[in-house]
């Protein structure tokens, strides 16, 4: 049983558009969500996360948006860059097992330039 | 800092042979964690740690033991390899189970 389902599996924009990746979960004990970047031949690196009293977080070009009712969550990359190419990866995580990640199969992005 | 480091970076065994698989993190977590990468498949965890003494099993622990006798380090073996077991394996810890630093990851092939 898949608890993250994760789609796109691939993606390609072009520089300047905006990328969006999306997640569900199903268990609603999950309490924090990830997402993390990943370059070939590298480990993932945390990118941006949120909690689900928060309906969007922003970081720079990165935004999570969150809707608990629907059980969804979604990173949105705006003005899409060539070294934002990388595999994407969401997370969700229950505090009270908080060792315990279950994540995404990833969505790997190409910008194109 | 050097953060989370793995070692070695590629390894190649024969089925049937054991290594096992260095994770080591200077920055004081408590916690860690073991996950395999496959295509398509996103990253699984195999086991976790919660302290020093503290282990517990992922979502994929056949076929891998684990201890944490300090904080610092988190070995993971391969009892047996299969080739199965060909993977890229990530070692990440973290303050409290949140915000994962991980590792470069060991490439493993099992031939």
């Known amino acids: 049983q898949q608890q993250v389902k994760q789609s796109p599996q691939s993606l390609i924009v072009q520089k300047g558009g905006i990328s969006i990746i999306n997640c569900a979960y199903e268990?609603?004990?999950?309490?924090?969500f990830p997402w993390y970047q990943q370059f070939p031949g590298k480990g993932p690196a945390l990118l941006i996360a949120i909690r689900p009293d928060v309906s969007e977080k922003k970081e720079g070009r990165f935004t999570i948006s969150f809707n608990k009712s629907a059980k969804q969550f979604s990173l949105h990359i705006m003005d899409s860059q060539p070294g934002d190419s990388a595999t994407y990866f969401c997370?969700?995580?229950?505090?009270?097992?908080?060792?315990?990640?279950?994540f995404g199969d990833g969505t790997t992005l190409t910008v194109k330039p | 800092n050097a953060g989370v480091t793995q070692t070695p970076k590629f390894q190649v065994l024969k089925t049937g042979q054991s290594m096992t698989l260095q994770c080591a993190q200077d920055m004081n977590h408590e916690y860690m964690s073991w996950y395999r990468q496959d295509p398509g498949m996103g990253l699984r965890l195999i086991h976790y740690s919660v302290g020093a003494g503290i282990t517990d099993q992922g979502e994929v622990p056949n076929g891998y033991n684990v201890s944490r006798s300090t904080t610092e380090d988190f070995p993971l073996r391969l009892l047996s390899a299969a080739p199965s077991q060909t993977s890229v394996y990530f070692c990440?810890?973290?303050?409290?189970?949140?915000?994962?630093?991980f590792g470069p990851g060991t490439r493993l092939t099992v031939t």
């Open positions: 997370a969700a995580i229950i505090n009270t097992n908080a060792g315990k990640s279950t």
């Open positions: 268990n609603t004990a999950f309490d924090y």
């Open positions: 990440a810890s973290s303050v409290q189970g949140y915000e994962q630093y």
